[in-house]
């Protein structure tokens, strides 16, 4: 179950593999152009939400994201490696396609890969340690991360996170009987 409390959520920005549709999982591929100006965007919306903890992946692509955030919001950044982006194994860095819908839905699963109901599991417990730590906090990770966050909020209007996109989730409460997300930017 996700923790219930409120937290903001930052994709990483665009890679060149996010350009081409190549599947990252776990390579460390940097942030190209175009990712360091989302991440930079990204880190002007986060300085006005009074972020006191960002917790972030260990790739690089998530940390550089984060570490614009940091200088934004006058906080530092704790890795969890629990919020690195699924294990495609041998399907790393292999062109999108129908093979990886069959791995979403367990049809597939690549050598050496994380089954996705597992991964889904492990990014939830990132994103639980995360929220352990002091609040308001920003999770900077992958769109497979937020796949998890998603289907244990049971949020169905937002399909994905975009790269460099800041999202804003709020817990059931008195007057929502269920999660909540709203795009910030």
Known sequence: MLKEVPFYFVRHG??????????????????????????KAAAEIVRGLGIRTICSSPLSRAYETARHA??????????????????????????????FADWRAGRYLPEGAEVYEDFLLRALGGVNKALEAEGPVLVVAHGGVFWSVLRHAKIDGIPYAMNGQVIRLEPPGPARPGWDAEVLG
């Open 14 to 39: 665009e890679t060149d593999w996010n350009l081409n549709r190549k599947a990252q999982g776990q390579i460390d591929i940097p942030l190209n152009a175009t990712g360091l100006t989302q991440a």
């Open 70 to 99: 940091c200088e934004a919001a006058g906080c530092s950044i704790t890795v969890i490696d629990e919020l690195m982006e699924c294990g495609l194994g041998a399907d790393e860095g292999r062109d999108g396609g129908e093979w």
